[in-house]
């Protein structure tokens, strides 16, 4: 069995975990489920062993049914916050991200069948980047990120701890 890399400690909560930007025909993918109410990229937990490239081809073909290939890694990202739903309800979390630019297929058709940690169905979704800051999307520099071109990797820290 796959271990992930993260742990729990007293009332912290570290993960360390590889997402997928996936961007056709002007909208980028999301994934929602009926127990959040926000938006929040494909991808997820790095298996311990597994390098993150594994991981985000990995995540991203669990939780689409779809076959990307990496174009390249886009942003490294540090993103601390309060967890607000079980079961990360009441603990300080801390999140290593990498993510990783996938290479257009040029189709927005999907096979999806994902549920998440906690056993709830997900939905893909499909949201006009021009279209991002109608929707709570995390984490929230994607908004800006995705409306200006970038060529290099870049390091994004967040702190939405109230």
């Given at each position: 069995?796959?271990?992930?890399?993260?742990?729990?400690?007293?009332?912290?909560?570290?993960?360390?975990?590889?997402?997928?930007?996936?961007?056709?025909?002007?909208?980028?993918?999301?994934?929602?489920?009926?127990?959040?109410?926000?938006?929040?990229?494909?991808?997820?937990?790095?298996?311990?062993?597994?390098?993150?490239?594994?991981?985000?081809?990995?995540?991203?073909?669990?939780?689409?049914?779809?076959?990307?290939?990496?174009?390249?890694?886009?942003?490294?990202?540090e993103n601390f916050f309060n967890g607000d739903t079980p079961p990360l309800k009441g603990l300080d979390c801390h999140e290593i991200s990498f993510y990783f630019m996938m290479k257009s297929r040029g189709t927005r058709e999907l096979h999806s069948d994902s549920y998440t940690y906690g056993g709830v169905k997900e939905n893909m979704h499909w949201i006009p980047i021009d279209e991002l800051d109608r929707h709570r999307a995390y984490p929230s520099f994607l908004k800006s990120y995705l409306s200006c071109e970038h060529s290099g990797i870049e390091h994004i820290v967040t702190d939405e701890r109230a």
């Open positions: 069995m796959a271990v992930d890399c993260g742990f729990t400690k007293e009332d912290h909560w570290f993960r360390y975990k590889a997402c997928a930007i996936i961007i056709e025909d002007g909208c980028v993918l999301f994934a929602g489920n009926s127990s959040a109410d926000y938006f929040y990229p494909v991808g997820g937990a790095v298996h311990a062993g597994e390098k993150a490239e594994d991981a985000v081809v990995r995540e991203v073909f669990e939780e689409t049914g779809v076959n990307y290939e990496i174009d390249r890694l886009a942003v490294i990202h």
